[in-house]
């Protein structure tokens, strides 16, 4: 940021400010904005609501954090919990924690450790996931690396490089399942309309059709269309109900 | 009199296999925005939903894309087909001298407009540019054609940041200009005849390629 002399924000107590362009903004207590914020850096231990849009460099929510508005980061890291209801560009996304995004994400890189639940679409060029998310609409990424703890869910997925493997059970999922109830443990896999990529690996996926140029079925999946240009494997564990060479 | 035209569709499916296109790639220039969002247009099907294009234009920006991938990035590529004007000053000898549009529109526009800078700002190029198509296009006369550089000069601005459309009407001999949004539908009774019609995102588009090509 150019400006010269604009101050930081730190806030201990409760209160409701109209917003502004600051250096660095901690807020280890509560603070409602009411309209846009620009700054620097912004950590959220407490709760933060912000009625306006967000633009900030670098962002960390350690507590909780409202954004009303669009909102534009350069790395954003959610170890709390977050709510995006307007269209959401960030560079870095980190989940450890738990966010949702009532709109678009658009993004260079999404790591998901923690619950991400998306709206609207995804649009990255890498997303990674060892949690579990939900994208209502598309899911539209470079290389799409996924191991799949908890149920995960997209309307649509395409790519260049698609590789869904089954999680390791180790202690992180314990840990995850006792934060958020709302993993379902028995229905581990990804459930998705359509996938179409160049290269696809799909582990305990339920689709309805999987379109690509190589296309590896690996153990537990259901699909029901295949499509493919020039390889297809199956694993015994799965079933295809119909492969095309197209 | 319908103006929306019935534009053929072409599936997923035949597109790659038509352009010799990878998925990877197709979705690859969707995130970058060099194929707007609202060409994909679902469809069910009896396998399901399936994606459509307009054929025309998808085709034709795939062979676009083709031809200029390997000397820019697709970055680049985004920029230069996206509608966005771009901050650009051109003098009239580079005008003339690259060819951007014809030596006689130019000096019209100046007669037209009593235009005695020397330079031509982004939006100034812009109606340079679609008063050459008019011109070439040989449908109308001076007056005519002077009647469109006037309704852009007093109402493009009011369309920032949206797409709109020029369309040139007559009846019974009178001229009518006008802008509106786009899409936009409009309906006259069949007196009236279309003589010119032209989407301003596309005239921006093909601008912007024009002035990035000559470089």
Redesign the interface.
């Known amino acids: 940021m150019k400006e010269k002399n604009i101050n930081d924000l730190k806030i201990n107590g409760i209160m409701n400010l109209p917003g502004g362009t600051f250096n660095n903004v901690k807020i280890n207590g509560h603070l409602t904005l009411t309209s846009d914020l620009t700054c620097n850096d912004i950590v959220v231990n407490g709760m933060l609501n912000v009625e306006g849009k967000t633009k900030a460099v670098k962002g960390k929510v350690n507590g909780s954090a409202d954004f009303n508005n669009d909102i534009e980061f350069d790395s954003l890291n959610v170890m709390g919990k977050s709510l995006a209801s307007g269209d959401s560009r960030i560079k870095d996304l980190k989940i450890e924690g738990q966010m949702r995004i009532a709109k678009n994400l658009t993004a260079d890189e999404v790591n998901v450790f923690g619950l991400l639940n998306i709206n609207g679409n995804c ?3 890498a997303f990674k996931t060892k949690g579990s998310f939900t994208v209502d609409g598309m899911l ?3 290389t799409i690396d996924m191991e799949i703890h908890g149920r995960s869910t997209a309307n649509e997925i ?4 698609i590789s869904v493997v089954k999680g390791k059970k180790n202690y992180f999922n314990k840990i995850i399942k006792s934060i958020f109830s709302s993993f379902n443990f028995f229905d581990s896999r990804l459930i998705a ?2 996938i ?3 290269v696809i690996y799909l582990e305990y996926t339920k689709a ?2 999987v ?3 190589s296309v590896e079925i690996g153990p537990n999946c259901e699909i029901d ?1 295949v499509e493919f240009k020039n390889k297809f494997v199956k694993s015994d564990n799965s079933v295809v109900k119909e492969n095309k060479k ?1 | 009199m319908e103006l929306e035209l019935d534009t053929e569709l072409i599936s997923k ?1 035949e597109l790659l ?1 038509l352009t010799g296109i ?7 220039w ?2 970058k925005n060099i194929i707007p969002e609202d060409w994909f247009i679902k469809k069910s099907s009896f ?3 399936e994606t459509f294009f307009p054929r025309e234009k998808i085709l034709s920006r795939i062979d676009k894309i083709k031809n200029m991938k390997d000397n820019l990035s697709l970055d680049d590529i985004a920029g230069m087909v996206s509608s966005n004007p771009v901050n650009v000053v051109y003098s009239k000898e580079e005008i003339i001298k690259r060819n951007i549009v014809a030596e006689n529109t130019l000096n019209n526009y100046v007669l037209f407009q009593n235009y005695n800078e020397d330079y031509f700002n982004f939006d100034r190029l812009l109606y340079l540019y679609i008063l050459d198509r008019v011109l070439k296009s040989g449908e109308m006369n001076l007056d005519e054609v002077r009647l469109i550089i006037k309704t852009l000069e007093e109402n493009y601005a009011k369309y920032s940041e949206k797409d709109c459309e020029l369309i040139f009407i007559r009846k019974f001999g009178v001229p009518v200009c006008f802008l509106t949004n786009y899409p936009n539908e409009i309906n006259f009774e069949n007196e009236i005849k279309y003589i010119y019609r032209a989407i301003i995102s596309n005239c921006i588009e093909e601008l912007k390629i024009l002035l990035n090509i000559k470089d």
């Open positions: 649009n990255s060029e539209n990424a470079g395409g790519g260049e490089k309309n359509v179409e990529g160049d309805k059709i379109r690509g140029d269309v197209m | 499916k296999d990878s998925y990877g790639q197709l979705y690859r969707k995130r396998t399901g939903q």
